[in-house]
């Protein structure tokens, strides 16, 4: 008998080397993120790996599961941990040691496994760890999966069972990289800055991009789990900026930066100017439409509305998608509608049949940006972005708010601006055109600048978006305005950044 966990415990007393901790705020909508020591033990991991156990058998899917871990201080241990608990519910686990994200997901197929238990915190600093779980290739778990996990789990109610056995698969990171290199040729020797944040993409997208005959210039690629300089975030502006530096102190041709599990890329134009992932997405999807006319894309409510206004993307038939964020939600989606591909602003991309298998890689990403360069030889990143319409749009901005509050306050939030729009009252001084409420709230007034408001699934925060295709002074008048709606809630915290 596996004892039940606990949602708090004193580190260093008896109680917590005997007894399980899961703070149940740890199960997020689409994965699982703690602050392991404060709010997750190792006896914790192994009861989240006895409930994953559980939970395959409830779903019918064959016991045989795929691991892996990033780049941490802690990471190996903790997947040591989840494999006990795996074993103890019967589970046949392929360790594939360290790796990327999309590593494991590629795994499942590789190796012919149902399921995946990826132990990562992905870009979150450091003292935070997870896992990104599925038992359905190529999709990840979503809230009902998460949901029943959570119950298994907090409950104690584990199903033990005989047949658990370990394998670990020696240098499967270069049978992943020959997958990726595999009928990729480049017609010119491109200049690339690689940005890893020192975290675990260091060892494996710099040699990717030599395979494919780049002039690689290497930014922080040395693995260090102390995280140096900054988080391995791509969305984050202090990766950016460096990335920026780099490309104009050595002259390349693109920088591309890879957060630190691998399944997300940002990018940097040969100007050193950064383009938020939609707009990356755009560009794509207008390369992309070229060869497969009337593509579906799915996008996430965070993203640009050009996806949607496009002259090009029109012209193309493209049809544009507008879906919740969260990797598992718009992976799933792109399933579903058989889309070419996915994008989400925050840089997680999803290339479906025949130019990808439906997950998230910050690597094929790399690959799909390089070939757009490769087909159009006589434009430069910074043409390509130049020929798209112009938008103002923001970083994603995200205030502190509790887990245990963020979601009443986006609640709340929304209730406001669903009133505002039943009583006619302008906002921004302008009518509100459309109310988009499939994630958070999308608000958007009559000359098209819109502002979203949703929570974070990962953090203990809100996130917040602002874009116009007017002017940068409507953008700010759209930030200031949805923030002063937000601060009617004295849960909303300081932000990380701001415009």
Known sequence: MFPKPVADLKPNSYAYETTPLVKPTGFREYDARWLFEKELNLMGVQALGLGLGTLLRELGVAPELVTGHDYRAYSSSIKLALITGLMGAGVRVHDIGLALSPMAYFAQFALDVPAVAMVTASHNDNGWTGVKMGAQRPVTFGPDEMGRLKE?????????????????????????????????????????????????????????????????????????????????????????????????????????????????????????????????????????????????????????????????????????????????????????????????????????????????DGLLTAIHVLEMLDRNPSKSMADLYGELPKTWGSPTMSPHCDDEKKYAVVDRVTARFERMRAEGALFTGQPIRDLVTVNGVRVTVADGTWGLVRASSNKPELVVVVESPVSEARLREMFHAVDAVLRENAEVGAYNQTI
Not at 189 to 211: D, I, W
Not at 226 to 248: G, Q, S, W
Not at 263 to 268: E, K, Y
């Open 152 to 360: 298994i789990v907090l409950s104690g109610k584990f199903r033990f069972a005989e047949g658990g056995s370990y394998r670990f698969v020696d240098n499967f990171g270069a049978r992943y990289l020959d997958d990726l290199a595999s009928g990729v040729t480049l017609s010119r020797r491109l200049k690339v800055v690689a940005a890893c944040g020192n975290g675990t993409a260091g060892a494996f997208a710099p040699q990717l991009l030599e395979r494919l005959g780049c002039e690689v210039v290497p930014l922080d690629t040395e693995l260090d789990y102390t995280f140096p300089r900054y988080n391995p975030n791509p969305e984050d502006l202090h990766m950016l900026h460096a990335i920026a530096d780099k490309v104009c102190e050595t002259g390349a041709d693109v920088g591309l930066g890879f957060d630190g599990d691998g399944d997300r890329c940002g990018v940097v134009d040969n100007n050193g100017e950064e383009i938020f992932a939609d707009k990356i997405g755009v560009m794509l999807a207008r390369d992309l439409a070229r060869l497969y006319p009337k593509a579906t894309f799915v996008v996430d409510v965070k993203s640009t509305g050009l996806f949607a206004t496009d002259p090009e993307l029109v012209a193309r038939g493209v049809t544009a998608d507008y879906w919740k964020t969260g990797h598992s939600y718009i992976k799933r989606r792109v399933n579903d509608l058989k889309a070419l591909a996915g994008f989400e602003k925050s840089g997680h991309f999803f290339f479906n049949a025949p130019i990808g298998r439906g997950y998230d």
